[in-house]
C-alpha cells in the first residue's frame, strides 16, 4: 500500500532553492479529519548552501515526532542527517492538513505521506542530475544528499541541484527506497531539541514571553458548571502587583470556557499571591462526587440495564458455550492527566486579530473554536505552537485557550496565563471512569471479550450527541496478529457533568480495561496485600501521576524481592533494562486492579 | 508596579538586584519572570515533583520552596550557569543528549541540576545511590531508566578528565 492515490500535485518555485509543495490525500486522524480530503503540504526545503530544512508539522508532546516525521522524510530523501535541519511548522491546517498529535497514530497514519514527501523530492533531484549529466536516470543513484552517476563516479550535492530540479514537474510517482537501503529510519536518533532541553533555553508554552507581557491566574467554580456571581473586587484589585481582576462569563461549553474569575498582576507570583485571598460567591453547578458515581455504576453492571448505548453479540450464549469462565471485576475511576507542565497559554489580542502561544495538542482546531467567541475571523487568528511539557490526551481540549483569550480580550495587552497545579487537578477533563463486569478471553488468542461497562463517555452537547465510548479495533499496520480483544458487549452510560478527554493511548476506555494479564504479571510478582497494591497506584493523584510511585528502581526491587523465582519465561519477558521498563510502566499504569480480589467479583 | 528594596544575589556568575519581587517571594518566580532565566520549571509550587531544582552554593534546593530573602546574597546556579563559560557542556548536558534522556523534557533541567549535585557529592555514585539522590525530581514520561545511565555515563566522563584521557 504505497500509492497515496488521487493526488493532485504542484510545484512551488521560490527564490530560496527548491520547495516541493505537494496536494497529498491526508488520511484521517481520528476526529481531526480535515473536511477537504485533498490538503496541500509543504515540507521540505532544500537551500544551495546545502541546508535541508523538514518541518515538522505536528506538536511535539514527547512522544519524539517532531524527530521522527522529519527522519522518514529524511530516509526517502536519502538526505544526510546532518544536513538536515528540523524546524516547527507554523500552524496552518489548510497548508498542512491534521495538525492535531494524538492517539499514538500519527507515524503509522503519515508514514506513506512523509515517505511519498521525501521520495518525490530524490526522484526530482536525480532527474536533475541525470539532465545535467545529460545520462539515463537509471545509471543514476542516491545518498548522503548527492546523487552519483554510478559508471563514471561523478557525484553532484543536493544543494547544487536545487535550481534546476524546481523547473522540473512533481512526478504522481515515485520509487520508495527498500527498507534493506534505510541508513536513518532504525537507527537510534536524539531527539532535535534535546540541546535546547538539558541548556534550559525557552521552549515550551509556559516559556513564552512577549513585550509588555502580564501574568493572569483564573479561578474556576470547584463544582462543575458553576458561575460567579461576586468576589471581593476591591479588595483584590489593592493587593501587591495586581494590574486587575474581573468576572468572566463561560461560552456554554465544559469543555472550551467555564466561567470564573480573572486576575491579572505583573508577574506569576502576584497572580498567584491575590488568587489566595480571592472569595468568590458561586452559583450552580454539578454536585456529583466518584463516591456517588461508582456506586451508580456498580448498580448498572449488576443489574438489567435499563438504557443501552451500545450491545453487541450474545453476552448470554457466549458465557454458556466457553470453554472456561473467568468472572472479573473491574472499576476505575476518574483519571487525572497530570502532565508536568500545568496548562498555560499566551496570547495577545488587538482588536481586530489575535496571536497566540498555546502549548496544546489540537493547536490545528484553536483558530476555527476562538473565532466564534471572539468575533473574529479565522484568518485574524495566528496560533504559534510551542513545545508541550505533556500531553496524555490531556492538551486536546483548549480550554486555556479560551480562558487566556477572554483575559487578553479584556485588557488588550499580551497575557500569560498559568495554572497552579492544584487548578490542574482540580479542573483536569479526566478520563471518565468505568466499572466493568467481564469474563476475559479463554486462551490469550481468543478474539472476544465480553462484559458489560458503565462508563461515563463525554456529556453529550448540542455538538455531539449521546454515544457510547468509541472501541477501535485499528491496529498499527505494522502488527500482523489479529486484535486479541473485541468490544465489549455492553455499555451503559453513567453520566457526569465532569468534562472529560481522552487519557492515551486509544481507546482509552478499552485500553486501560484491557490488558488484565499484565496487571496479573504485576500482581504475581508484587508481595503487598491486594489492599496495599492498590494502595499504591491510587491513593492519590500525586503518587498516581508520578508513576514512579511504584516504579522506582528501587519500589520495584522491594515488590520483587520476596517473589517466587520467576519461571524461564517470565525471565525473558522482564529483563531489568529500560526497554522493557519502558514499555511495562505504562501498561501497569493503564491496567486495572480488581477491588476485590475474591471471586467470584460481582459487587456485593 | 509592586516594588521590593532591591535583593542582591549572584546568579550563574552574574550579581543580580532583584527589584519586582518581594524578600517573602519564591526565587523561582524571580528566576523566571524578572530575569528572564526560563530553563527553571514550575511544576507543583510544593516541592513535589523538582522541576524547579536549582543550586544554592553548590546545594541543590526547590526554587518554589525558597524565599528570595533565603537566597539573598549567596550564588545561585540555574540549568543555564551549569555549562562552562565558553559553552562547553557539562558532562551531564553531553550524556543526556548521547543518551537522549528528554521526552517531553520539561522535568530535565531539575533532573541535571539534582545529578549535578550528586556527582559533585559523589564523583561515582552506585545505582541505589543515584535512585535515592533523584528520589525528588519526577518524570511523567518515565525517563528513569535513562536518566540513571545518563549518571553513569556522566560520572565516567567525568573521572577520565577533561582531555578525556583515562
Not at chain 1, 142 to 163: D, F, I, M, Q, W
Not at chain 1, 559 to 573: G, H, V
Request: glycine letters at 8%; proline letters at 9%; one cysteine or more.
Amino acid at each position: 500500500m504505497n500509492a497515496v492515490t488521487g493526488r493532485r500535485t504542484f510545484l512551488k518555485l521560490s527564490g530560496a532553492g527548491l520547495a516541493l509543495g505537494f496536494y497529498l490525500a491526508v488520511p484521517k486522524l481520528g476526529q481531526a479529519a480535515t473536511p477537504n480530503a485533498f490538503t496541500p503540504n509543504a515540507l521540505i526545503r532544500i537551500t544551495p548552501d546545502g541546508k535541508i530544512l523538514i518541518l515538522a508539522k505536528t506538536p511535539e508532546i514527547g512522544q519524539g515526532i517532531k524527530t521522527a516525521f522529519p527522519m522518514i522524510i529524511a530516509e526517502e530523501l536519502d538526505a544526510d542527517w546532518a544536513d538536515v535541519v528540523v524546524e516547527q511548522a507554523a500552524i496552518n491546517p489548510k497548508l498542512y492538513g491534521s495538525q492535531s498529535a494524538f492517539g499514538s497514530t500519527a507515524v503509522a497514519d503519515t508514514f506513506d505521506i512523509l515517505r511519498k514527501a521525501g521520495a518525490t523530492a530524490r526522484a526530482m533531484l536525480t532527474s536533475a542530475a541525470a539532465q545535467t549529466w545529460k545520462v539515463p536516470e537509471s545509471e543514476c543513484a542516491t545518498g548522503k544528499s548527492a546523487v552519483t552517476h554510478t559508471p563514471s563516479g561523478r557525484v553532484l550535492k543536493y544543494a547544487a541541484l536545487t535550481e534546476k530540479a524546481a523547473m522540473l514537474p512533481v512526478p504522481d510517482t515515485a520509487p520508495f527506497k527498500a527498507r534493506a537501503d534505510y541508513k536513518i529510519l532504525g537507527t537510534r536518533i536524539g531527539g532535535v531539541d534535546n540541546k535546547k532541553i538539558v541548556t534550559g533555553e525557552p521552549l515550551f508554552g509556559i516559556d513564552t514571553v512577549r513585550p509588555g507581557m502580564v501574568f493572569a491566574i483564573y479561578e474556576k467554580c470547584p463544582n462543575a458548571g458553576g458561575k460567579p456571581t461576586a468576589f471581593n473586587e476591591a479588595e483584590i484589585k489593592k493587593l501587591p502587583g495586581v494590574l486587575d481582576a474581573f468576572m468572566v462569563e463561560g461560552n456554554g461549553r465544559a469543555i472550551e470556557l467555564q466561567p470564573g474569575v480573572a486576575i491579572v498582576a505583573t508577574s506569576t507570583y502576584y497572580a498567584f499571591e491575590a488568587k489566595k485571598q480571592l472569595k468568590i460567591s458561586w452559583e450552580g453547578g454539578a454536585t456529583d462526587d466518584s463516591d456517588t458515581h461508582r456506586a451508580q455504576a456498580r448498580e448498572m453492571v449488576k443489574n438489567a440495564p435499563a438504557e443501552m448505548l451500545r450491545s453487541e453479540g450474545d453476552l448470554d450464549a457466549a458465557i454458556n458455550t466457553a470453554a472456561k469462565v473467568i468472572d472479573e471485576y473491574y472499576e476505575y475511576p476518574f483519571i487525572t492527566h497530570a502532565t508536568l507542565e500545568p496548562q498555560n497559554c499566551t496570547a495577545h489580542f488587538t482588536g481586530n486579530a489575535i496571536e497566540i502561544w498555546a502549548p496544546s495538542q489540537g493547536c490545528d482546531r484553536i483558530a476555527a473554536q476562538l473565532a466564534p467567541y471572539l468575533g473574529l475571523a479565522a484568518e485574524q487568528i495566528t496560533v504559534h505552537h510551542t513545545r508541550v511539557g505533556g500531553g496524555f490526551g490531556r492538551r486536546l481540549n483548549n480550554d486555556y485557550v479560551f480562558e487566556v483569550a477572554a483575559i487578553t480580550k479584556r485588557i488588550g495587552k499580551p497575557v500569560k496565563l498559568t495554572w497552579s497545579r492544584e487548578d490542574d487537578f482540580a479542573h483536569d477533563h479526566y478520563a471518565p471512569p468505568a466499572t466493568t463486569a467481564t469474563a476475559p478471553p479463554s486462551t490469550p488468542r481468543a478474539s472476544w471479550w465480553a462484559g458489560r461497562t458503565a462508563s461515563s463517555p463525554t456529556p453529550p452537547t448540542a455538538r455531539t450527541p449521546p454515544r457510547a465510548p468509541r472501541f477501535s479495533t485499528r491496529r498499527s499496520p505494522t502488527r500482523s496478529s489479529p486484535p486479541t480483544i473485541s468490544p465489549p458487549n455492553w455499555w451503559l452510560m453513567c453520566a457526569s457533568a465532569r468534562p472529560s478527554s481522552r487519557w492515551s493511548p486509544p481507546p482509552a476506555i478499552s485500553a486501560r480495561r484491557a490488558p488484565t494479564r499484565k496487571a496479573s504479571r504485576c500482581k504475581a510478582s508484587c508481595t503487598k496485600p491486594p489492599s496495599q497494591r492498590a494502595a499504591i497506584m491510587w491513593s492519590s493523584s500525586w503518587k498516581f501521576w508520578a508513576s514512579r510511585a511504584f516504579c522506582t528502581p528501587a519500589r520495584r526491587a522491594r515488590c520483587t524481592r520476596a517473589a517466587p523465582p520467576p519461571s524461564s519465561s517470565a525471565r525473558r519477558k522482564k529483563p531489568a533494562g529500560a526497554a522493557s521498563f519502558r514499555r511495562a510502566a505504562p501498561s501497569v499504569l493503564r491496567s486495572i486492579l480488581p477491588t476485590e480480589p475474591t471471586s467470584p467479583r460481582w459487587p456485593k | 508596579m509592586a516594588k521590593s528594596p532591591g535583593i542582591k544575589l549572584k546568579v550563574n556568575g552574574t550579581a543580580c538586584t532583584i527589584t519586582w519581587h518581594p524578600p517573602g517571594a519564591p526565587l523561582l518566580w524571580a528566576l523566571r519572570d524578572e530575569l528572564n532565566l526560563l530553563g527553571t520549571k514550575f511544576g507543583c509550587g510544593a516541592a513535589y515533583c523538582g522541576a524547579c531544582t536549582v543550586h544554592i552554593d553548590g546545594v541543590p534546593v526547590r526554587a518554589f520552596s525558597t524565599t528570595l530573602a533565603e537566597a539573598a546574597g549567596r550564588d545561585v546556579v540555574t540549568i543555564e550557569g551549569l555549562a562552562a563559560k565558553g559553552g562547553t557542556l557539562h558532562p551531564l548536558q553531553q550524556a543526556w543528549i548521547d543518551h537522549d534522556v528528554p521526552q517531553c523534557g520539561y522535568c530535565q533541567a531539575g533532573q541535571i541540576m539534582s545529578a549535578a549535585a550528586l556527582l559533585d557529592a559523589t564523583p561515582k555514585p552506585t545505582d541505589s545511590q543515584i535512585d535515592d539522590a533523584m528520589q525528588g525530581n519526577l518524570c511523567r514520561c518515565g525517563t528513569y531508566w535513562r536518566v540513571r545511565e545518563a549518571i553513569h555515563a556522566a560520572a565516567e566522563a567525568m573521572a577520565r578528565g577533561p582531555l578525556g584521557k583515562g
